[in-house]
């Protein structure tokens, strides 16, 4: 059974900095495209960052909010996803999921509909 665990959220001041990681089991990460989402109350859930495959090309994309700020990185030894999130915002609260799409080896995605796995859920909290 594949399951995604997510940790490292928590309440942080704007202008900090907080690591959240996906640890996967049950099936290697290593092709597969694997993303971060968000989902603030009362909002859909929308794309934060994705580690993927463009053929057989390591493809990084984010949400234009998060350019520069926020960094996607896996360890596919470890099958753990990781998201380093630095100059935290007052709207950057949320609780963030990682996904992966197991049908998305050599192609792109950002679409939530296409992440078949998804993990829990960790709250990030942004006080100012």
């Known amino acids: 059974q594949v399951q995604l665990v997510e940790s490292g959220g928590g309440v942080v001041q704007a202008g900090g900095s907080l690591r959240l990681s996906c640890a996967a089991s049950?099936?290697?990460?290593?092709?597969?495209?694997m993303g971060w989402f968000r989902q603030a109350p009362g909002k859909e859930r929308e794309f934060v960052a994705t580690s993927s495959w463009r053929g057989a090309t390591h493809y990084i994309d984010y949400v234009d909010s998060v350019k520069g700020r926020f960094t996607i990185s896996r360890d596919n030894a470890k099958r753990t996803l990781y998201l380093q999130m630095d100059s935290l915002r007052p709207e950057d609260p949320a609780v963030y999921y990682c996904g992966a799409c197991w049908d998305c080896t050599g192609r792109v995605s950002m679409r939530p509909d296409d992440f078949s796995s998804w993990g829990q859920g960790t709250q990030v909290t942004v006080s100012s």
């Open positions: 049950g099936r290697t990460i290593t092709w597969s495209a």
